[in-house]
């Protein structure tokens, strides 16, 4: 005869059955998981919220990470171009971040005597500034100095006796002595610049050794990505069980790699031809080092939007210091609006392509955001970060919507009218009916 289980007795005694297996994680996902889709959203927009606060704390830690890796997405076909020439990686890596250290040291070497004299002359720019802001503040009476006038106190003065009479030369250089010896009145504008002008040098020699720190560690990390980037990959690829993932995966990082690439090499060529032509009409209007002018409007250029602006604003800064009439002053200023106007409307669409067109609202919408996290070094990743997004959105049918939006003008839009207009059945459906 069997004996019985030892689950049994319990069953007889009318206990419940016991769980089986499974059931208890199932029941704690459902007890966890939100109970409504307000709820579901809720969650969603907290982590979302969580996510921008991380990525403005951690600024200092993500920004050289995310620079290496768009660099490492322009730079990899080269490493892979020396890899089929029986190149290993770690010598191609090598060669690619040395040419690029390479280039950047002859542009910094080309200009640091410019920069240099720009800030040797700084306290001598810095006067002239301040008497042409005392010009323009004498002119326009809302930026004059105030000087309040003296709150008069009366006070009863006991009589004194009466003395000799004081000679002539006397009484008249008494109230010169008088002036002379009062404090001169407090001007706020010119305290406030002072003392901005020592703030603003301190921040920029802080800020000039991080951003040292940052492009050092940028350096590092592009070599080791690049040297390494076929065994991530293949380590990746080999990590995901199922075929399709592993073609959808490899074909979105492939996707994404060409996309940022082209856009960024054709961007590239186009902001060097802004540069030269830059370089020529601060030669033709006699602007001080021309070269340095057009390095910065070719590199500003890489900001949409707000880098043509500030380049507008430091070329004005420049003919103020340069130049005595109000049309040389802004002529620089001018020259670039010209060149960026020509350059907007018919170099890019010829050198980007429609295939590669950004919407325009959501560029300016990437370069408010990331600059506001990262500040310059976000506005200028801010276009590539959108390329990788849109090449993303595009392996995804729920994203379909996005990345029509991140697409732009690339399609025709119809009309609201033709939109909204009820769509008619087919004749086949109806002679069926």
Not at 1 to 30: H, I, K, N, Q, Y
Not at 44 to 67: E, N, Y
Not at 329 to 354: D, K, Q
Not at 411 to 419: E, G, I, Q, T, Y
Request: aromatic share 6%; hydrophobic share 55%; charged share 15%.
């Amino acid at each position: 005869m069997p004996l019985p289980s030892a689950t049994e007795p319990a069953r007889a005694a009318g206990a419940p059955p016991a769980p089986s297996e499974g059931v208890e994680p199932a029941r704690a996902r459902t007890a966890w998981a939100p109970s409504s889709p307000w709820a579901q959203r809720a969650v969603i927009g907290l982590f979302a919220i969580a996510l921008v606060a991380l990525l403005k704390a951690a600024s200092a830690l993500l920004v050289p990470i995310t620079a290496a890796l768009v660099l490492t997405f322009v730079f990899q076909p080269m490493v892979r171009w020396l890899r089929r020439r029986n190149v290993p990686e770690t010598i191609g890596a090598g060669v690619v971040v040395a040419a690029l250290l390479v280039a950047t040291g002859g542009l910094t070497a080309t200009l640091i005597e410019p920069a240099t004299e720009w800030w040797e002359r700084a306290p001598e720019t810095l006067s002239r500034v301040m008497a042409r802001v005392d010009r323009l503040r004498a002119v326009l009476p809302i930026l004059a100095p105030a000087h309040p006038a003296p709150v008069v106190v009366p006070v009863e003065v006991p009589p004194r006796p009466p003395a000799r009479r004081r000679p002539a030369a006397a009484e008249a250089a008494a109230p010169a002595a008088a002036a002379a010896s009062q404090p001169p009145a407090s001007d706020p504008i010119a305290e406030t610049i002072a003392t901005q002008g020592v703030a603003l040098t301190g921040a920029f020699v802080s800020q000039f050794l991080a951003f040292c720190l940052s492009a050092s560690a940028t350096v590092i990390l592009l070599y080791f990505l690049l040297a390494s980037e076929h065994w991530v990959l293949s380590r990746s690829v080999e990590a995901i069980p199922r075929q399709r993932a592993r073609a959808l995966m490899l074909a979105g990082l492939r996707s994404v790699q060409r996309e940022i690439s082209h856009f960024l090499g054709a961007l590239a060529v186009v902001n060097l031809g802004v540069g030269a032509a830059m370089v020529g009409a601060a030669w033709l209007l006699g602007l001080p080092n021309p070269v340095l002018w057009g390095t910065v409007c070719g590199i500003l250029n890489f900001i949409p939007y707000l880098g043509p602006v500030i380049g507008s604003v430091l070329l004005t800064m420049a003919g103020v210091l340069t130049f005595d009439t109000v049309p040389q002053v802004l002529a620089p200023a001018a020259a670039l609006l010209i060149i960026h106007a020509v350059e907007a409307n018919f170099v890019s669409p010829i050198f980007v392509g429609r295939r590669l067109s950004l919407s325009p609202v959501f560029m300016c919408l990437s370069v408010m955001f990331w600059g506001w996290l990262w500040g310059i070094a976000g506005a200028v990743m801010a276009v590539p970060i959108l390329v990788a997004l849109r090449a993303l959105t595009k392996r995804q049918r729920r994203l379909r919507l996005l990345t029509a939006y991140l697409e732009g003008t690339r399609r025709p839009v119809r009309s609201l009218r033709a939109l909204m207009r009820p769509k008619r059945p087919k004749a086949g459906g109806a002679a069926a009916g």
